[in-house]
């Protein structure tokens, strides 16, 4: 039982003018943009000025159940009145930062209650924490309770990026009373697939980072003994590379059950099925709002998820009227990112974003949204925002690029390229020695979240000359390429160990020799069939991997040259394959292995380019 009682707190916001005007039930003010506006400068006008007289509830109880009572924060206009109710569940707390309050003070300022809960076993909220599994019965209940209460019109969305993103899809599955729209933000849709591992691939830094080192228990861990570069520290860096991966949290002073339960469980099991929505999709009757970034860690389930709605959502509202955002950023919107700056117009300010969407769709707001295309995209490269009518996009042309050398592929100086035109006959093979006590430094890509690893899109040049990538690029090019949407490298290879990595990113050279990642992937070749029946090699034999690489939109400008990396590691954002075969996680032994990579008539190797033809008049001017 709680030893006090939930207290009101009255937030006077005295620079702002009053506005206690009833809201109305339809204004029709701001258009969709027009193609020539970047969604990142458009401002749409308010339909109501923000109040200043507004209050929140601390510590309000909220029973699951099972009897377990969550705390929320509630953000609400002042005084007697129904407003449409958004929720938001955090296992980062509701009190943490300063920041915590934003987005409550933001919304109830312009007309809803913000319900801000922390998650079971987290912070304030009674219950044992264990990630994810949870969410589905405990967002359903935190929105069935919102519904009813004497503040509430009854309509409810949910808000919230990462961890409070993919709670949302868990909510909507189950399809709570009153929940009209969710807006999940770089947020996943399948744990196994795209947060654990990328496909199969294990992701190390995250896993590690995000998990036992600040999240073992019921508060946020200081992360500063595990990071500080000191004689009394044990570094992230050191500690990633232990093995065996099952005591590496001991050494950092943690003891995560969930993290055990996760490298326990490496395949796609019944452990992971329930926590993938992309199952789910057809019981979801509601229209979501994807927002992501191309370099964030989940990109995949901001496409995924927009993809699934739009296809398989449970009615024909939730198909056609789900939308996406989705531009050049890590795990949130900004201008730069990486080594790369991307213009003003790459910014995009979410707030007024979500704000636009739950006016239309909680308080019937007519602002244009219905009558705009449902996907916008940022096309690197020319740094434009684009207006389409779905994802992957209709006119799409997918072209295979083909790998060729003279079998010295091996670094940038190598005679790797790549080529429209398919082998007609014999090539030598390209090969390099994979050593698991030498990885390929991770140097950019898809993370985030305060892991040391560096992400977004990094100069290559540093690790180009290492004898464990092979490098294939194209001659420059005579005309601007558009690559937009999922890309795919096929790949014919052998090894001479039963089990091991392979590991490709697509690489945008600029004329000065700037080399810079635009996507990447990884296939666990024990995966390349199944990620539920995983299988081993036989040593020499050639296999087919097919490398997800997501996705990307990338206007590889006249110049510049198309490159692609090839390699069997990227370490610590993906854990060391040992090349043994041996039980994931719990074995220290290490295996040199001998990579072949073919690309001859009858095993053409290639990367599958999303080829968008030149654009005219932008879509949403048609």
């Given at each position: 039982?709680?030893a006090?009682?939930?207290?009101a707190?009255?937030?006077?916001?005295?620079?702002?003018?009053?506005?206690l005007a009833?809201?109305?039930s339809?204004?029709?003010?701001?258009?969709?943009?027009?193609?020539?506006?970047?969604?990142?400068?458009?401002?749409?006008?308010?339909?109501?000025?923000?109040?200043?007289?507004?209050?929140m509830?601390?510590?309000?109880p909220i029973?699951?159940?099972?009897?377990?009572t969550?705390?929320?924060?509630?953000?609400?206009?002042?005084?007697?009145?129904?407003?449409?109710?958004?929720?938001?569940?955090?296992?980062?707390?509701?009190?943490?930062?300063?920041?915590?309050?934003?987005?409550?003070?933001?919304?109830?300022?312009?007309?809803?209650?913000?319900?801000?809960?922390d998650?079971?076993?987290r912070h304030?909220?009674?219950?044992?924490?264990?990630?994810?599994?949870?969410?589905e019965?405990?967002?359903y209940d935190?929105v069935?309770?919102?519904?009813?209460?004497?503040?509430?019109?009854?309509?409810?969305?949910?808000?919230?990026?990462?961890y409070?993103?993919?709670?949302?899809?868990?909510?909507?599955?189950?399809?709570?009373?009153g929940?009209?729209?969710i807006?999940?933000?770089v947020?996943?849709?399948?744990?196994?697939?795209?947060w654990?591992?990328?496909?199969?691939g294990?992701?190390?830094?995250?896993n590690?980072?995000?998990?036992?080192?600040?999240?073992?228990?019921?508060i946020?861990?200081n992360?500063?003994?595990?990071?500080?570069d000191?004689?009394?520290?044990?570094?992230?860096?050191t500690?990633q590379?232990?093995l065996?991966?099952s005591?590496?949290?001991r050494?950092?002073?943690r003891?995560?059950?969930?993290?055990?339960?996760?490298?326990?469980?490496?395949?796609?099991?019944?452990?992971?099925?329930?926590?993938?929505?992309?199952?789910?999709?057809?019981?979801?009757?509601?229209?979501?709002?994807t927002?992501?970034?191309?370099?964030d860690?989940?990109?995949?389930?901001?496409l995924?998820?927009?993809?699934?709605?739009?296809?398989?959502?449970?009615?024909?509202e939730?198909?056609?009227?789900?939308?996406m955002?989705?531009g050049?950023?890590?795990?949130g919107a900004?201008?730069?990112?990486g080594?790369i700056d991307?213009g003003?117009?790459?910014?995009?300010?979410?707030?007024?974003?979500?704000?636009r969407w739950?006016?239309?769709?909680?308080k019937?707001?007519d602002n244009g949204?219905?009558?705009?295309p449902?996907?916008?995209?940022?096309?690197m490269?020319?740094?434009e925002w684009v207006?389409?009518?779905?994802?992957?996009?209709?006119?799409?042309?997918?072209?295979?690029?083909?790998?060729?050398?003279?079998?010295r592929a091996?670094?940038?100086?190598?005679?790797?390229?790549l080529?429209?035109?398919?082998?007609a006959?014999?090539?030598?093979a390209?090969?390099?020695?994979?050593?698991?006590?030498?990885?390929v430094?991770?140097?950019?890509?898809?993370?985030?979240?305060?892991t040391?690893?560096p992400?977004?899109?990094?100069?290559q040049?540093?690790?180009?000359?290492?004898?464990?990538?092979?490098?294939?690029?194209?001659?420059?090019?005579q005309d601007?390429?558009?690559v937009?949407?999922?890309?795919?490298?096929?790949?014919?290879?052998?090894?001479?160990?039963?089990?091991?990595?392979?590991?490709?990113k697509?690489?945008d050279?600029?004329?000065?020799?700037?080399?810079?990642?635009?996507?990447?992937?990884?296939?666990?070749?024990?995966?390349?069939?199944?990620?539920?029946?995983?299988?081993?090699?036989k040593?020499g034999?050639?296999?087919?991997?097919?490398?997800?690489?997501?996705?990307?939109?990338?206007?590889?400008?006249?110049?510049?040259r198309?490159?692609v990396?090839?390699?069997s590691?990227?370490?610590?954002?993906?854990?060391?394959?040992?090349?043994?075969g041996a039980?994931?996680?719990?074995?220290?032994?290490l295996?040199?292995?001998?990579?072949t990579?073919?690309?001859?008539?009858e095993?053409?190797?290639?990367?599958?380019?999303?080829?968008?033809?030149?654009r005219?008049?932008?879509?949403?001017?048609q």
């Amino acid at each position: 039982m709680r030893a006090y009682r939930p207290v009101a707190l009255v937030l006077l916001l005295l620079l702002i003018p009053a506005f206690l005007a009833e809201q109305p039930s339809s204004v029709s003010h701001a258009q969709a943009p027009s193609q020539a506006q970047a969604l990142g400068v458009v401002r749409f006008p308010p339909t109501v000025e923000p109040r200043n007289d507004i209050q929140m509830q601390n510590l309000v109880p909220i029973r699951m159940r099972d009897g377990v009572t969550l705390y929320a924060d509630v953000f609400r206009p002042l005084g007697e009145g129904r407003y449409p109710v958004i929720v938001s569940r955090t296992p980062y707390s509701t009190e943490r930062t300063p920041s915590a309050y934003a987005a409550g003070v933001f919304f109830a300022q312009r007309g809803y209650v913000y319900v801000f809960q922390d998650v079971r076993g987290r912070h304030e909220s009674e219950g044992a924490w264990d990630p994810f599994h949870h969410d589905e019965q405990d967002g359903y209940d935190t929105v069935a309770w919102a519904a009813k209460q004497p503040w509430s019109t009854g309509k409810i969305a949910m808000q919230g990026g990462s961890y409070l993103g993919q709670n949302q899809w868990r909510a909507a599955q189950a399809n709570p009373p009153g929940l009209v729209t969710i807006f999940p933000m770089v947020a996943s849709t399948s744990i196994y697939h795209d947060w654990i591992t990328l496909n199969g691939g294990w992701r190390l830094s995250f896993n590690f980072g995000w998990g036992p080192v600040r999240q073992e228990s019921r508060i946020m861990q200081n992360t500063g003994p595990h990071t500080l570069d000191d004689a009394t520290a044990i570094h992230f860096d050191t500690l990633q590379r232990h093995l065996p991966l099952s005591t590496m949290q001991r050494l950092a002073g943690r003891n995560a059950k969930f993290y055990d339960d996760w490298l326990a469980n490496p395949d796609y099991n019944d452990y992971w099925k329930p926590l993938n929505v992309e199952e789910m999709f057809d019981k979801i009757t509601i229209p979501a709002h994807t927002f992501g970034g191309w370099f964030d860690i989940f990109s995949q389930g901001t496409l995924r998820g927009y993809v699934g709605m739009s296809q398989k959502g449970g009615t024909p509202e939730a198909r056609t009227m789900s939308h996406m955002v989705i531009g050049p950023w890590g795990h949130g919107a900004s201008r730069s990112f990486g080594d790369i700056d991307f213009g003003p117009e790459a910014d995009v300010d979410a707030l007024d974003l979500q704000l636009r969407w739950y006016d239309y769709w909680l308080k019937g707001i007519d602002n244009g949204l219905a009558g705009e295309p449902p996907v916008k995209l940022f096309v690197m490269g020319r740094n434009e925002w684009v207006y389409e009518n779905e994802y992957p996009l209709a006119r799409t042309d997918y072209r295979p690029f083909y790998f060729t050398s003279g079998g010295r592929a091996n670094t940038a100086k190598g005679d790797g390229s790549l080529t429209w035109t398919k082998p007609a006959g014999s090539s030598t093979a390209d090969r390099y020695t994979y050593d698991p006590a030498n990885p390929v430094p991770s140097l950019g890509g898809n993370n985030c979240c305060g892991t040391p690893t560096p992400t977004g899109p990094k100069d290559q040049r540093p690790i180009e000359d290492r004898q464990d990538i092979l490098i294939y690029t194209s001659e420059p090019l005579q005309d601007q390429l558009e690559v937009t949407g999922p890309v795919t490298i096929v790949l014919y290879a052998s090894s001479d160990a039963v089990d091991t990595d392979f590991v490709a990113k697509l690489v945008d050279v600029h004329p000065d020799g700037e080399s810079y990642n635009m996507a990447e992937g990884i296939v666990r070749a024990r995966y390349r069939d199944s990620l539920s029946k995983p299988t081993l090699m036989k040593p020499g034999q050639v296999y087919r991997f097919e490398i997800d690489m997501v996705g990307t939109s990338i206007a590889f400008q006249k110049g510049h040259r198309i490159r692609v990396h090839v390699t069997s590691s990227h370490f610590p954002q993906f854990n060391r394959n040992l090349n043994t075969g041996a039980k994931f996680g719990t074995s220290a032994e290490l295996k040199v292995a001998q990579q072949t990579i073919y690309h001859d008539a009858e095993r053409p190797s290639h990367i599958v380019l999303p080829v968008i033809p030149s654009r005219g008049p932008r879509q949403s001017e048609q």
